[in-house]
């Protein structure tokens, strides 16, 4: 086969899809695809509304990423037969109180700065546009092009491209095969070995712990944890994801709403603690009181794959074959399309893009190489 992924997650599977749509014979091999971090993600595409305050090099590669939304979900529709979830519904950052009225202007003025599209809201204006905010909101900004897709939804549309290409899904963990400094393919559980020169690692926050990969060339990946609340009530309190305090809360069109998320560094806990769940719902309870109507539907925690300076480790390794694309963060459904574009690129023989060099996994290494 031309390539075997490590991982079954958005970015695996984005990765395998498109590699398998320009022709290439391709697997995938997780024990359980589309479960980890994938399935409790809220599936923002936020890219101004997440920027971070001297993250400027990062706004520019994530706003790509969503550029690239459209067409990636259209050309996965048609495969798949079925939809992703995608919906250009907008995010609206809200302040409750004087505090957060400041921080919201310095979030604003930030991004005017960086010349993103943004727009200035009073509290009138905000409440015209959100009729189910509380009285209290003091002023608001919209960023209108910050989108969303349903983690549910656009996993078992990606499993489905993935199968009606011909992509082999194996259920089982994997471990590297190396001969001579050259990848020469996956061995699964069962002893079955899947001979391919190109493997691809890309297995989220696991992917410091896959048998056979060199100690050079193991990500410096960690788990972060994130608690997640999702909810169902029968009509819509809010027309688009509404952003305040720390939280989000993001509705679904159907009734569905997503409250997230806590941001914790507790290893591989995936734990659901009363304290998070208490904060989640009293943080969106204080933007929109009728949160508390809802049915709570589920409580769950994920884990985001964290890289040391949060942006993804996307590019080659020192072991001819193995590229890594993992430490996606808070951004993996963000960055799917730039990320499988640039690896199955590279899978069919083209250079990485120039775009994506400042996501090489070398910059972490000590004796850093030149090139991704
Ligand atoms: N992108 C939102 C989160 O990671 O919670």
Redesign the pocket.
């Known amino acids: 086969m031309d390539a075997a992924v490590i991982g079954g997650g958005v970015i695996g599977l984005s990765v395998a899809w498109r590699a398998a749509r320009a022709g290439m014979n391709v697997a995938v091999v997780d024990p359980d695809p589309g479960s980890g971090a994938s399935h409790f ?2 599936g ?1 595409i936020a890219p101004v509304g ?1 920027a971070e305050f001297g993250e400027e090099a990062v706004v520019a590669l994530n706003r790509d990423s969503a550029a690239r939304y459209p067409s990636f979900i259209a050309e996965l529709e048609l495969d798949a037969g079925r939809s992703a979830g995608y919906r250009q519904t907008g995010t609206l950052h809200v302040a409750v109180d004087g505090d957060e009225q400041i921080a919201l202007e310095r979030q604003f003025r930030y991004r005017r700065q960086l010349g993103l599209p943004v727009e200035r809201l009073t509290s009138r204006e905000t409440r015209e546009l959100e009729p189910g905010l509380a009285p209290s909101v003091r002023g608001g900004m919209l960023v209108q092009s910050d989108h969303q897709v349903d983690p549910r939804a656009m996993v078992p549309t990606l499993l489905q491209a993935c199968s009606r290409l011909g992509v082999q899904i194996h259920r089982s963990r994997a471990s590297l095969l190396i001969d001579g400094g050259r990848v020469t393919g996956v061995a699964l559980e069962s002893g079955e070995v899947l001979e391919a020169s190109k493997v691809v690692l890309a297995a989220g926050c696991w992917s410091g712990n896959i048998p056979g990969v060199p100690q050079d060339d193991i990500p410096p990946v960690r788990p972060v944890k ?1 608690q997640i609340l999702r909810l169902r009530g029968v009509s819509e309190l809010i027309a688009r994801t509404i952003r305040g305090g720390s939280v989000y809360i993001l509705p679904r069109g159907d009734g569905r709403v997503i409250i ?2 806590t941001v914790e560094e507790r290893g591989f806990d995936t734990s659901v603690t009363a304290g998070a769940v208490y904060e989640l719902l009293r943080e969106a309870r204080a933007l929109v009181p009728d949160v508390a109507e809802l049915e709570l539907v589920e409580a769950s925690a994920g884990l ?1 794959p964290g890289s040391p300076d949060n942006m993804p480790m996307v590019g080659d390794s020192t072991t001819e074959g193995l590229i890594v694309a993992t430490g996606h963060y ?2 993996g459904y963000l960055l799917a399309p730039a990320t499988a574009d640039a690896v199955s690129g590279v899978l069919a023989g083209a250079p990485w893009p120039e775009a994506t060099r400042p996501w090489a996994p070398s910059r972490f290494r000590r004796t850093a190489e030149v090139g991704a």
């Open positions: 993600a809220a923002m997440e994130g997230g998320g985001r808070r951004n």
